[in-house]
Structure formats: C-alpha cells, structure tokens
C-alpha cells in the first residue's frame, strides 16, 4: 500500500488527476501506518503546490438566528430548540470595528455571515454600505456568506469590494436531501457558478460527521474539483444540542486527518481550510497542517467558538510554516 500511495502522489505532482476509484481506494485505508502515508504525501502535495504559505480568515456573526431551512446540523434554524442568540444585521461600526481588530492581528481575509437561506433586500443594501466602507479602511481581501443569492446581487458585491464567495455543498449529492429538505443542493450550485459569472473566487466545502459515508466526502471532493472551486473549508460536525443530529457519534481523529488528506490528493491546487469542530483535534487541529491543509478559518465562528488569532499565529509559526 506504500508504494500505492507514493504512485499516486508522483503522479498529481506530475500534474495528473487522482480518479475516482482509486480516491475510494484510498478512502478505505484504515492501518494506521497506511492513513500516516497518506497524510505524509498529502503534506507533500500541499507544499509542492503551496510551499509552507498559510491562508487565515475571520468571519463575523452578523445576522443569527430565525432561519427558516431545516439543514439538520444547524443551531441557527427556527425549526430547533437550541437556545442559540438571535439578533438582526450588526452595524456598521460594529462590523468596522471587528475588522479593523482582526487586520492588526494579521488576518489575511474577512467575511459577514449572514442566516437564512438568502438575505433580504433592506439587509442586502446595508451590507452594500458595510462592505464599501470596509474595502477603504482595511487591506484585508474581503469576502460574504449571505446564502443562495443571483447574478445580480453578486455584481453589486464585487463593486463592493468582495473577491471571494462563501457558500457550502456540505455534503455529497446524494447525501444531501438526508440533512436537508428545505432548498436543493442544485440551487447551491447554481449560487456557486453565479459566483464565477461575475468573477469573484468560490469558497465551498461542507461538513464531515453528519452520519455520511468515506465514498460520500469522496464525491464532494470531486464536485469541488468539478467546479473549480479554490477555498475548501472542511467543518467537523460538533453535534448542537436541540439538533436532530445531537445524538451524532463524533467521528475520531483517524477519520479527520484521512478526511484532509483524500481533499489534498483530489484538490492539490485548492486552499485546505480548518474550519468549524477544530476543538475536536488535538491543538485546534494542529496536526491537519501535516495531511494537507493549508488555510484556516480564525477566531470565533458562528455559534462555536475557534482557536484565537494569536494562538494560530504561534502554532503556525512553530510549523515552519508562513503567514501569506
């Protein structure tokens, strides 16, 4: 299986493609001398197609709450009882603020995060305004969470100042409809080629421990890679009381570092991003950096909370990685 395994990763630093049965094959992987393997030539891949730049981005909670779609994993949802706070769109000087604190700090880009399946048109317009002030008074690269959203809507963000979109698959095609009934995946990947229409970079990845299987993460990989989509957040599902999915068994560490290492063989070009359920990994996910990843969300998410800023600048620079 050593050898295997080194075939396949000359071969993606030749330039070639993982296919798909061998990606299944590589999924089924379960010594631990194979899954380090793996992740030893998944670090290979990263730094062939990276060198030991690493990516940090920030988001904002800035709408929470009251959203109307039943995706089973979310706190967020009205259908749920899970005590989460609800507040309407932050302000202006709220948002400001926390950008301007995250860019002294050395991140490199910052998103608003809105809930529900799409913003409103009142709520779109002050996001306008937020985003064309914050793209003259911070450096950072600016990106948006705003949910399913047209053509149109994401021309006014770019003026705004947006180079990347954030909007998740979660999951396999297949898979979907069993975590969420309320809204289509083709309609996220509707939002996602939108995005690309009017030029702005995607950033869509998804959720691993919704009770999916390995072949499941094995196709969203390669829907990502069908869509050409460069920012790969992998969430860790930290199952939310009130959730159908409290009772979900956390899935092992094993699991996870296979997980981003199979995405870095199958997205070599792609930034691996941690994002949510890194307190589920030894060191906030410090040993993910050696199987692939390259990027990571910083700070507090949406309802959980992540490693603070300072703490990832360390652990990178104790890496021998970089800040890009």
Known sequence: MKEYIANIERKILAGQQIDFSDAIKLSALEKKEDIDQLCNSANN???FYWGNRVDLCSIMN???GRC???CKFCAQSSRYNTGVETFDLVSIEAAIELAKENQAEGVNRFSLVTSGKEIRESDFQK?????NLLQREVRMDLCASLGIIGYNKLLKLRKAGITMYHHNLETSREYYPKICTTHSYE???DT???VQKAGMAVCSGGIIGLGESMADRVKLAFQLRELEVRSIPINILNPIKGTPLENTEVVSES???KTFALFRF??????????????????????CFKAGANATITGNYLTTSGNKIRDDKKMIKELGLSLD
């Open 45 to 47: 891949i990263r730094e």
């Open 266 to 287: 199958i997205n070599p070009r792609a930034a691996i991003r941690l994002a949510g359920g890194r307190d589920l990994i030894a060191n906030h996910g410090k040993v």
């Open 255 to 257: 699991e996870i570092l």
């Open 62 to 64: 800035a709408k929470s």
């Open 68 to 70: 109307s779609e039943d």
């Open 127 to 131: 996001v306008l305004e937020i985003y």
């Open 192 to 194: 996602i080629k939108a």
């Open 187 to 189: 309609e996220r990947i």
